[in-house]
């Protein structure tokens, strides 16, 4: 447990000290817009970049572990839509935020930092695929579904186009892909830029944990849904034990795979959820606090996991 303490407590510190630091140093919220900038643009794409060109081209197509692993997800999602949608009677704009809200972990701030960390350089490229299919299937399901609710009227053409170009113009798949070209012609880009490149994936975690946590302090709780009861455990727990099981029964993967797929799905929801619900007026306020209450739940269940892993209590095939 010492090892894991020493893990997991400076990545929580990090986010930790993000929130102190909001509640203590007065910043306009608009502060925050150049160093998410700098996270999503630069220091994030470069680290997926690093990582992804110097994997195996073999490695980098494994179409079984993506659609095992993100059909999981979307059990999970749709499990919560129907809850909310016939259980809970909310309208299918609420059901929606409130299956992402289950589904949508914090895979693009937390994932990379913590999956390297706890698990090497080998969890780079499942961090990568998971984390670029997994988005473009948020960014297709989101519009599509508030659609269907009425919450924007759009033409299906301007819809679908804007689906499109906000999946192939994300600076993380673009890089991902740029990645992709690299290792399939075996090249690297000259020693300047490399350099440059390291630097900034170097700076990724420690940024985006820190922006993290000032963007929690910015969204105090205001109210506590009903709908926690059975959103929390469905993400911290149901998700990352149906994408253990998933890929336990469906395929033959690479034991660190495995265990990068599960500790993605423990993570705690993605503020992304609440920018969704911003975007479209729809749980906005509930969405913050599951974000609030997930992350500071997954301290614990997070760090069990990884006892689990590190231990070997969690093996990476049901059927050895």
Known sequence: MTEIAGLVLPFFGLIFLGYLTARFVEHPGEA?????????????????????SRTPIEQ???????LTSVGATYVVFSLIFIIGLYVRRNTV??????????AYG??????????????????????????????????TVAPAMMALSGGRKEKPAVLALGIARKIILHPFILSTLAGVIAAFFAVQPPLPAQRL?????????????????????????????VEI???????????PVLVFTALGLTGNYDPVWVQTAVLLAALP?????????????????????????????????????????RSGALPADLFP
Request: glycine fraction near 8%.
């Open 197 to 225: 490149i390291d630097y900034l994936a170097q700076a990724a975690a420690p940024c985006a944990l820190f922006a993290m946590g000032v963007t929690l302090a910015l969204r105090p709780i205001k109210r506590i849904p």
């Open 93 to 102: 704009g609420e059901a929606t935020i409130q299956g992402f809200a289950a």
């Open 60 to 66: 980098l197509t494994r179409a079984d572990f993506i």
């Open 32 to 52: 925050m817009g150049w160093l998410n900038t700098f996270i999503i643009y630069l220091a994030l794409p470069a680290l997926f970049f690093k990582l992804v």
């Open 269 to 309: 929801t993605a503020t992304n959820v609440f920018v969704i619900g911003h975007q479209y007026g729809v749980w906005q306020e509930r969405a913050s606090a599951t974000i609030l209450i997930t992350t500071l739940l997954s301290v614990a269940t997070v760090t069990g996991l990884l006892y689990l892993i």
């Open 229 to 239: 009861g059975y959103i929390v455990p469905a993400k911290l727990i149901l998700h």
């Open 106 to 139: 914090n895979i693009g701030y937390m994932g990379p930092g913590l999956a390297l960390l706890a698990l090497g350089d080998a969890a780079a490229v499942p961090v990568a695929l998971i984390f670029c299919f997994e988005n473009a299937a948020h960014f």
